[in-house]
Every structure is written in C-alpha cells, then in structure tokens.
C-alpha cells in the first residue's frame, strides 16, 4: 500500500523521454488541498509529479515564450511470482487520473489528447534487466474493475488516423495503443472523476492468467501528446497509483512464536540486564505492523516490574528490562504480523536478537539505501557513508517519540563488522546530544569517558567492498534505586536515598512532585505554564550537594509556549537553583524539542555543574542522615506568548558522581560495636555491610578506617573464700571489677 515504502516500484521513464522538469513518477504523499486531495488510502501513493496541477507545462523547450513538447513518464513494478497456488491470478491497484482532454466535433462530445496504459514483461526466473526492453501491452480486465466507463475515461486509441471525426476516442498520437494491423487497444484516458465515482479514485485489474508460474514486472505508462487543441478542465494532475496487490487478499493477522528465551547470565544470576533488548530486523509500514507479547512459559502475558502488560510492543529496538527476571527465568516472544486495514503488505521479519548487541543487516525498512542489494551494502568506497542510529520508542513523549536514548546509560561498545573487505573499516560515533565524534575500531571495546544516552554512528572505507551487517555491543551501567546500607545487617539503616524523589544512586530521572512532612515525592513528568508576565517556573528536581554531573538530557513535550508575533520564535530556557541562573539557550517553536532537534545542543551538563560548585548555591533540603541536597528548577521566559500556555517536561537523566564518608557522625562506631557484640564465630568477628536496593546497581565502599581498643578486663572475687552454699548463714561478699 506504499505506506512508509516503494514497495519495490520505481520511475523507469527513459532519459530521452523525460521532461525537462526532470521528474516522471514520485512517490509520496499528498495534503487535502491537492488534487486528487489525498491518496486512496493511508497518506504514501505514487504519482506522475506529486502535487503538480498541470503536467502538460512539464516540458518546454526553452523559448520565451515557451512552447511544450511531448514526453513520457513510465514506473516498473517489483518483481512479482504470479504463484499457481493463488485462488485469483490477476493483480489489483487503486487508480486516479486526469489526463488532457478537448471538445469533440459534436455536442457534449470529447477527444482524449492523452493516454495512460500497462505494459507487462515475464521471465521464467527472477530478475529483469534495468532497462525497459521486453514490454508489451496488457489490457486492463474491465469487468473486474470498477469506477471505469467507456467513451469516459476508459477509451480506444487510434483518433484520427482514419479521419477527422474521432469523438470519444485517444488520439493515435499515444503510439503506445497501436496494436498492429488489429484495431487501437483501449487505455486509461479523460478523469476517472465521475458522478458516480466522485473521489475519482477507481479499482484497476489486470488478468495474468497467461502468465502463471512465471516472473512478471508490469510498467504504468501515461503519455503526454502535446497536442495543440485547448484543454477543457483546468486541471491536469496526471496519473496516481496506490494499493497495489497481486492476487488474494492477505489474511488480517497471523502470529508466531518463539519459545524459551532465557536472559543473559554473562554478569552473573539475575545480573540487572536481565534480558536486556530485543533487537528487530524487519520490513514494516505505516499499515503492515509487526508488534511483540513477551509471555511466559505458559503463553500468559507477563507484566512488568511496573505492572505493565507487556503486550503490542514495537519498533525495531525493544527495551525488556522491566521484565522480572527473577520471577520469569524464561520468556516465550509471541511475533504478531498485520497486514493492514486493505490487507495489502505483509510486514517481513529476517531476524533478531536478544541481550545488548543493536546494529542493522541492511534488511530493515530504514535500510533504504541506493546500493543495499539483498542485504549487502555494496559501497564503492571512497569514505562513502552508512549512517546507522538505534533509534527506540520513547513512551515518556504522546505521542511516542523515536529517537536514539535507551533507558539505562551505555558506558562502552564494540563495532562488530560483517564485511569481505581488505581494510578496517573508519567507524565514528556521536552520542546523543553532542555535536563531537568519538572515533571506535572494529572489535575493540572503547569505555567512555563519561555515559552517552544513545548515539549515531558512521561507517566508511576507502576501497570498494561488501558489507553484510553493522553491529554494536553495548554495555550498559545500572544504579540502584532506594539505596540502604546497614552496618552489621542488624535492620537499622545508616545511609540511603530513602525519599522517591531521590531516585537512583548517582542517577536522577525523576522530578519533584510534591513534599509531606519533610519527604519528596517524584513523577515522571513536570508542568510549566505561563503566567500573565510570560514567565514560568518549574520542572524542580533534586541533586546530592557535592555531586559531579557526567552526563544530562531531558525532552519537552505537548509545547504551547510560543510568540504570538514571531512564528520561529519558543521561549528562553534557564536552570536555576536557589537565586542562581544558567542560560540554557533559546529554544524554537515546535510542539517537541529534544537535543536532536536543536541546532546547538543545550549544555544541561555544564549547567548543572556550574550550579553544584557555586559557593552562592547551597543545598536547601537535609534528609534524614543529615546530608543536604539541591533543588534544581526551570525558567521558562517568552513575553510575546499567551498566559496559560504551556508544556511538559518529559525524559529527564542525569548521571553524577557522588560520594560521601560514613563516620562516628553517623554511628559507625556503634554499628560495628553491634556487631562485634553479636559476633559468634571465634576470636576474630566479621561484621557484614549489607547494601539493599529496589533494582540492579551498585556502590563502591573504600578507604575503610576503624581504631579499635582491647576492651575491659573483669574480675570477680567472694570475700573469705567461703566454701559451701551459705553453711553459718553468714552473708557473703562479691566483688567486681571492670578495667
């Protein structure tokens, strides 16, 4: 159905032909205020020069004034197996057309200046050769189409050639309906915009019965004549094709499944990449979907640590973390094809995998490049570039927005390369957010500096070659969220980030949502509106004082902050903590903005550290191991806006460094006396520090400092040394000491 694809159609209009406007047939989509006013179905068809009113202008020779000469246009077909299994041998389109038209010699009569038809060629394997020889005619199938009428805009060829009077007839000038000595074949001609067919949109079949068992390209020819006779209808928009299928309707849904995944067991027993990404190749559309359930051995829809259903997942990178893996040692993955609501197009899938390697094979629908050939990419060198960017749905945006940030931080990776080359391949990363490259080599792990969210890379080489995959393994960095350290593992606490809006152990993705009685609460999202003063404050977000910012992101969404007078003009953005300010830039009008979409990306990071070092801010709020964090805010300025207006803050990360002493401040002494007093094992005792957490991550414990003393030294003595259990009932005396 062309939706998101050229599902192997392509222009061949010969060069010779071409008009001098260089364009035959596109593919794309068409607005409501085009003519026709939209595709027949969905929003992607193809067209002889999308958009444009009046193909007969497309060809003038140059002169002032000018004059137009004749041209056609043709577009070829894939190649498609007319199958001896299919219950119905013809193929099927939805067909548009207006073609130039004048007065007949009669009243209410007509003569079709131009044409358009189909041209077939078979071969008994697949591949045709890339020019267009070995076409002929084929009729259109009238009785199993509809929307067409003869004498209308479905009409015999050969006007004039036998006389003057040709009303209701193709004139002979479209060549292409000669049929030899027999009379002119029939062709598509006039509008298809009828009374009866008001959207002008008609159902064309083509019978290939005679053509069973072979391998076929049909070509869709429209020819312009340049006749000089006056046009009758203004508009001459050409020919449109869309939903073209050869055969039997596919079935609606179909479904396959994958038993027995288990997760990844490299970092030891439920290490917290768990099952980490399911990672797609595959063909898909706007209309022919392929989405995933993740069940359980038992087929029954899993829910996430979140209590999501796990059904009706998409997109070519699918993030399983939320999968408990202690709960669900393995997973059964439940593939569900669509074919869309005209059930024209299958989506294709060639493979995947699961755990922590993205890359592509060259099979999938973003693969669209111009010398991919059955899963290779045959490049001819000379630093020609693959772009490659792992793109995954964002859920924190409506609607969903795809763009390259995972949801854990990736602290390395290694390119691994498919190729048959004599040469290491130039291999360049940049992450998300980032205008700098960073260089890898092919199987060699490169840690960064500092984690990247997501990242877009680029591959070259010198010498011409053949490529068959661009992969990458990732590793990725996990914090822990609702850190407890307890000394001696006695159930008393001594350190953690026990307040939800804390978040995770040096990794920050949630805002302030509220505060009872000294708590902060957090969500996900914030909301800034603007006040009657253009200003807005908000999006508050906390930070350990003494933290190091490595890496920061966030995205903005559902945005009506805009300039009522200047229609390129958002609003200024600044971060600010207590009654310091950081110009975080200008931002412009768009209903989304994310670092991707700036032309300079906003240094949050640099923000955000030159807050946490300025003497002037200071951490505002003590939790309760009495260390003091900061709170961080957005400001938000546009004058020429509307009050009311406003936007969410979506996607915030912020990944710090941060560490911190536990002392006798903090009752270490007493914790580890504890444990030496609760010690059973011998003379030497091992007090344990337990570290407890909600998921996968961890802290690092160094520089261990205890001074310790010999303890007390006891006696006891009886007075006299009496003998016996009170013998004389005498009283007797005891005595301790404790030095």
Sequence with gaps: ????????????????????????????????????????????CWGTNLADTNYTDDNDDGNNPPSYLPYIVSMTSADLFVDPLLKDKKAYFDSWHNLETSTGSQPNSKRFSDCAYLEIRSSPNPGFPPDNTGFSFISIDQQSSSGLSMGTNYAQGGGGSQGANWDGRISSS?????????????????????????SGWA??????????DSYVQIRFVMDHTARAAPNIDDNMSGWYVDNFRLGDLLPQQASMTVRGMTPSTLGGDNHPNGYGILALEAETSLTATLTVDVLDTNNNLINGKDGTPMSGLSGDIIELWNIDTKMHRAVNLKFNFDSGPDRLSTPVLHGFSIGSRVGTGFNTTSAGFAMIVDGVWQTMGGGEPMIYAPDVKRDAYNPALSRSKFSYPITSATPMIQDDCTESPTIQIT??????????????????????????????????CNVGGIWFDLEFGHHASHLRIDVADDGDVDYGFMEPAFDMFGRQTTFVSSTVDNVNYAADSAT???????????????????????????????????????PLEGFELSLMAGTQSVALGDMPNSTTLVQE??????????????????PAVAGTHQDAFGRYWVMFRFMVESPNASSGTSMDIVDLDVVYNYSTVLNAVDGLDIELNQGVALWTGGATAS????????????????????????????????????VGLYPNGDIYEVVTTHT
């Design 1 to 44: 159905d062309f939706e998101g694809t050229t599902a192997g159609f392509s222009d061949s209009t010969e060069p010779g032909l071409m008009p001098s406007s260089g364009i035959g047939w596109e593919h794309g989509s068409l607005s409501a205020s085009d003519v026709p006013a939209g595709c027949a179905s969905g929003q992607e």
């Design 174 to 198: 479209c060549a292409g309906l000669r049929n030899g000595t027999q009379p002119w074949n029939w062709g598509l001609a006039g509008t298809s915009t009828t009374a009866q067919n008001p």
């Design 203 to 212: 159902t064309i079949a083509v019978d290939l019965t005679d053509y069973i």
């Design 431 to 464: 992450p998300t957010g980032k205008t700098d490259s960073v260089s890898l080599q092919e199987g060699v792990k490169t840690t960064f500096d500092a984690p990247i969210f997501g990242f877009n890379s680029l591959t070259s080489y010198m010498g011409a």
């Design 528 to 566: 800034m509106v603007l006040d009657v003063n253009g200003q807005a404050t908000g999006g508050f977000f906390l930070l350990p004082e003494g933290a190091e910012v490595s890496s920061a992101d966030l995205g903005f969404d559902q945005i009506s902050i805009r300039s009522n007078s200047d």
């Design 597 to 614: 979409m700036l032309s300079e990306p906003m240094d949050l990071k640099g923000a955000l550290n030159d807050l946490l070092t300025n």
């Design 687 to 722: 007090v344990p520090v337990a570290v407890y957490s909600d998921t996968g991550g961890g802290v690092t414990l160094s520089d261990l400092s205890v001074s310790t003393s010999t303890g007390y030294s006891n006696t006891l003595t009886l007075t006299d040394n009496p």
